[in-house]
């Protein structure tokens, strides 16, 4: 109470600490201050035009649309207290990324690659800061391939065979056959024609539809049969001889019931006396394995 | 090709007068301007009002090169060629000859008027089998445009893949052609959320080979054909990009030619020996003309969604259609001494008249969402939906023609065939973050679908087969992140099939992955991976035991960021054993075995001088050794030096050697040194 009866206002609740406030925008330029040749590279990497976005509200401050916002770091200049995102978990450094990116015809396929469920972020490929040749992500095919080969190891290796894409060569890159955001076909291979498989874009005398298609071709893919990173076998079989590829499926007893476990593919006559030369490479006559526009037997 | 290089090297002298002419009229103005701390770069968004204020507040452009970028060029040497000269163009395929090796140049135009900046890189230009070029322009808020361009050589001759026992010892599945790809693409920005695009993209193929031409299964002749195809596609659609969803709708068509020939004349035997007669009489061709007229086109449309519903959730959606048909017109005619061993009917041609169509409406979807439950907890569902369906109608007639005055009846033979593929994908991922450092997943894929085809010629079911498909996957994960330098990731998934279309076909099997990356340093990492795939089928008529690995280890050192020296080396060991059951002659049943025991190894050592800018020596290689079915080895190691001459032009030498063997096969082994010396330009 105070001396005329009244009571006295509540005491405005103290206000906190310096350290405890929320910290604020600073801008880009006060980042450039000390991040001057991050700033510089910064200025030339497509991600510059994030400083003109006035929707999200990130007009002149670029570098706090990712890191948050850098008051509390630019007075203490510790990196402690700005948000680093390659440092965060990968499903947190995709978020901040989708912020902007998911909206995207580029991320249709996303919820299917393995990328995004193995918790490969963003940051693992792209490289935010950088522009030039590699800034942001790399686009010559020999560039874009070693930085697919720094994580798998193993598929490089199988291009080190003789019978290969021309990959190691630099005159494919990974991104040519796969699509590292996902696609809705297994391996996040790419598609073309709307939804025909990526190996169609080279190879299109193989698509079809043909009168005689070989159904394995639609139903299981090209890699039934090759083997596209890689093999010691010519044509990049799975099986050092012809006659061994085929004859994988092409064993089955036809009868009146096909078995639950592989139905396709029927014994070859016995005309075929598979202990000569002659036979052994079932597309000396069996050529148009891939599909016949006029032959059920694949003979033209 | 030559045009087009022509063209791309015009580029930077076209663009040159105008740079210069501004750097006469402000010489040096940017270098003695000190930047303003609050200066921005130029904004090529901005109204055109505050467009003249910001570039002169901008003293970045006018600073830097307008172009920047190398030139490779020399040329290439070859020792002879030891051993298989097929073989050696099957897999390596190099040639000799001055060269264009490379161009990657960049063109920033400080005043943005055509372009912000253009990109030009080609590679392998002059002769080599892989010769492939890009542009690209861009102009910040107007377009994005970009040219690619590729032409690969396929030449495949391998002497084990074909009959080794065919006369005159040459091969009948050989082949030298080339595929042509070249993509135009343009994507204009009228606005920064309604993006329209148009894309051209051609597919190509030409070239010769030999192929067989079958005589009812008495015998077959190798002739030469050529091969000519080419698919157009041509596409446009506009995208809505806004900040809740995106909706991408684009329309697009393909043509489609194949006109492959074959045309022979002369006396062949084929594959039999003559005095193998057949009903008494030598089967010979004397002439065969073979035409191909196949045509088709397509259209397609695809639809795209995303859409973060809020915070929480994600959704996204496709639907894709496309109905390519093609039309067929083939004519044969081949004259010659011919049996008949089914009808016991000797002639002396046939000629054979295609004609019919083939149709395939081919429907996909896939549409899923991704929620957040907390800050722990994600979950992933998705479906996808894939419908083709063929219809074609062949008719076929072949006259076979008895003597000089005679021939017999037409043959027709009218078919109405069909194949029919649906398949069906369900999966369900869990995603939940113990800690901030370990992430466990799960997950379930029920995949299923049904296909009917064309049966075999023996079948007792008619002249379709059913199949169908009913998979069971469980999922399960982990990311482990303890530290920043260590990471490690699991991934394991196993399957019990109720039924599948192919006897090889993924039944029950396990396959997990584990990569783990250790970084002890920045200059320093090591990664390691481990892959293992086991596939079963043991129905008594099949026995598929299907076991692969693989695990590869690698290191890359850079200390002192590469300044001196930067190592790189990777050993992969990899194994396959794959047995299954077949019928053999006689309908016997027999065992496919097959295995290969693989060491790979790849290294590269860059040796830098830092007195010496630019100065670069690479050492390093990569060697194949394969043990098992067909063991074979490949060796390429190689050495690189860049020397500097003179401020911006290096010395580019290089040598690689080649050496492939197969210890079964030793005549497809070659060897050879390659050499290759030239200039490298860049600025």
Redesign the interface.
């Given at each position: 109470m105070n001396a005329w009866g009244a009571q006295d206002k509540p005491a405005a609740p103290a206000a906190p600490p310096e350290e405890n406030k929320p910290a604020t925008f600073v801008g880009s330029?006060a980042c450039?201050?000390c991040h001057e040749d991050i700033f510089?590279a910064f200025?030339?990497n497509p991600h510059?035009?994030v400083?003109?976005d006035k929707?999200?509200g990130f007009e002149n401050n670029a570098c706090e649309s990712c890191h948050g916002p850098g008051s509390k770091h630019a007075e203490s200049t510790s990196a402690a207290d700005i948000r680093q995102p390659a440092?965060l978990?990968?499903?947190e450094t995709d978020k901040i990324c989708?912020r902007c990116h998911?909206?995207?015809?580029t991320?249709?396929?996303?919820?299917?690659s393995?990328h995004a469920?193995?918790?490969v972020s963003c940051a693992a490929c792209h490289s935010i800061h950088k522009n030039g040749?590699n800034g942001l992500v790399p686009?010559?095919?020999a560039d874009v391939n070693q930085l697919c080969a720094?994580?798998?190891?193993?598929i490089?290796?199988?291009f080190?065979?003789?019978?290969k894409h021309?990959v190691p060569?630099?005159?494919?890159s990974c991104v040519d056959c796969h699509n590292p955001h996902g696609s809705?076909l297994p391996r996040s291979i790419q598609?073309?024609?709307?939804?025909?498989p990526g190996c169609f874009?080279?190879?299109?005398?193989k698509?079809?539809?043909?009168?005689?298609?070989h159904?394995?071709v639609?139903?299981?893919g090209c890699g039934?049969c090759h083997q596209p990173h890689g093999s010691?076998?010519?044509?990049m079989l799975t099986?050092?001889e012809?006659r061994?590829v085929c004859?994988?499926?092409?064993?089955?007893?036809?009868?009146?019931k096909?078995?639950?476990?592989?139905?396709?593919?029927?014994?070859?006559?016995?005309?075929h006396?598979?202990?000569s030369?002659?036979f052994?490479?079932c597309?000396?006559?069996h050529?148009k394995v891939h599909g016949s526009?006029?032959n059920?037997?694949f003979?033209? | 090709m030559r045009i087009l290089l022509a063209l791309l090297l015009s580029i930077p002298a076209l663009a040159q007068q105008p740079a210069a002419e501004q750097a006469a009229g402000q010489p040096g103005q940017a270098a003695q301007t000190p930047a303003k701390p609050d200066a921005k770069p130029a904004d090529a968004q901005a109204p055109a009002d505050t467009k003249s204020e910001a570039k002169a507040e901008s003293p970045a452009p006018s600073a830097e090169q307008w172009l920047s970028g190398s030139i490779d060029f020399g040329y290439r040497f070859l020792t002879d060629i030891r051993g298989n000269f097929q073989e050696y163009r099957s897999v390596v395929n190099l040639g000799e000859g001055p060269k264009l090796f490379g161009v990657d140049f960049t063109i920033t135009d400080p005043k943005k008027r055509l372009f912000d900046r253009l990109d030009v890189r080609a590679l392998g230009i002059g002769g080599d089998p892989y010769q492939t070029a890009h542009v690209g322009a861009h102009k910040m808020g107007i377009y994005d445009f970009n040219f690619d361009y590729s032409n690969i050589a396929l030449f495949d001759a391998v002497p084990s893949f074909a009959n080794p026992l065919a006369p005159a010892g040459f091969n009948e599945q050989a082949f030298d052609t080339h595929r042509r790809n070249l993509s135009f693409s343009l994507d204009l920005r009228p606005g920064k959320h309604i993006i329209p695009y148009l894309v051209f993209e051609r597919n190509s193929g030409y070239g010769h080979g030999i192929d067989t031409w079958v005589q009812d299964a008495n015998n077959e002749f190798a002739v030469p054909t050529l091969l000519r195809d080419s698919t157009n596609n041509y596409r446009g659609g506009v995208r809505f990009e806004y900040n809740r969803f995106h909706v991408t709708l684009e329309q697009g068509g393909t043509t489609f030619k194949d006109d492959d020939q074959s045309y022979y004349n002369g006396v062949n035997y084929g594959d039999v020996p003559p005095n193998n007669k057949v009903l008494g009489q030598t089967v010979v061709l004397y002439g065969l003309g073979q035409a191909y007229g196949i045509h088709g086109d397509s259209i397609y449309s695809k639809v795209l969604v995303t859409a973060n519903l809020n915070d929480a959730a994600n959704f996204y959606g496709q639907f894709l259609f496309s109905e390519p048909r093609t039309d067929v017109n083939f004519s044969e005619m081949a004259v010659g001494n011919f049996a008949s061993l089914s009808s016991l009917l000797l002639y002396s041609g046939q000629q054979n008249l295609g004609t019919g169509a083939a149709n395939q409406p081919h429907t996909s979807a896939s549409f899923g969402w991704e929620s957040r439950l907390g800050s722990r907890l994600r979950f992933i569902d998705s479906y996808m939906i894939d419908r083709s369906h063929d219809a074609a109608s062949p008719l076929l007639t072949q006259v076979l023609l008895l003597n000089a005055t005679s021939a017999s009846p037409k043959a027709f033979n009218p078919l109405n065939y069909t194949q029919v593929v649906n398949y069906n994908q369900n999966q369900f991922d869990v995603m939940f973050d113990v800690t901030s450092k370990l992430t466990l997943r799960g997950g379930y894929r029920y995949v299923w679908g049904d296909a009917t085809v064309l049966a075999g010629q023996l079948s007792q079911t008619g002249s379709l087969a059913f199949g169908q498909l009913q998979r069971n996957v469980g999922l399960a994960g982990l990311t482990f992140r303890p530290s920043e330098k260590l990471s490690l990731n699991m991934d394991y998934e196993g399957s019990s099939s109720d039924r599948i279309y192919f006897r090889t076909s993924l039944n029950d099997y396990n396959k997990a992955r584990v990569r783990a990356k250790y970084q002890p340093r920045a200059s320093l990492y090591f990664q390691a991976n481990f892959q293992v795939l086991n596939n079963q089928n043991p129905a008594a008529d099949i026995r598929y035991d299907f076991q692969s690995r693989d695990n590869s280890v690698a290191v890359n050192w850079m200390p002192k960021a590469g300044k001196v020296i930067t190592f790189m080396g990777e050993y992969d060991r990899s194994t396959l054993n794959s047995n299954i059951s077949y019928l053999g002659l006689f309908l016997a049943p027999m065992t496919s075995s097959y295995y290969d025991r693989a060491h790979t190894a790849t290294s590269a050592i860059d040796i830098a001088c830092p007195r010496l800018p630019g100065f670069k020596l690479t050492v390093g290689g990569s060697l194949f050794i394969a043990s098992g079915t067909r063991p074979s080895r490949y060796y390429q190691p190689l050495a690189r030096l860049l020397l500097p001459l003179h401020k911006n032009v290096y010395w580019n030498t290089e040598w690689k050697y080649y050496g492939f063997g197969e210890q079964f096969y030793l005549f497809e082994g070659f060897r050879t040194h390659v050499f290759q010396t030239g200039l490298r330009v860049s600025r």
């Open positions: 330029q450039q201050m510089n200025q030339k510059e035009i400083d003109k929707k999200r440092k978990k990968p499903a989708l998911l909206n995207q015809p991320h249709v396929g996303r919820l299917n393995s469920k193995n918790q040749p686009h010559k095919a720094q994580c798998h190891t193993d490089w290796a199988s080190q065979k003789p019978y021309r060569e630099g005159a494919m809705f598609t073309v024609n709307a939804n025909e874009k080279c190879h299109g005398d698509r079809g539809p043909f009168p005689f298609e159904a394995p639609r139903l299981e039934a010691s076998n010519p044509r099986r050092p012809v061994f004859l994988e499926c092409h064993s089955n007893l036809p009868g009146p096909p078995p639950a476990n592989g139905t396709l593919g029927t014994v070859p006559p016995a005309l006396d598979l202990r030369p002659r052994q490479n597309n000396l006559c050529q526009y006029v059920r037997d003979f033209k | -």
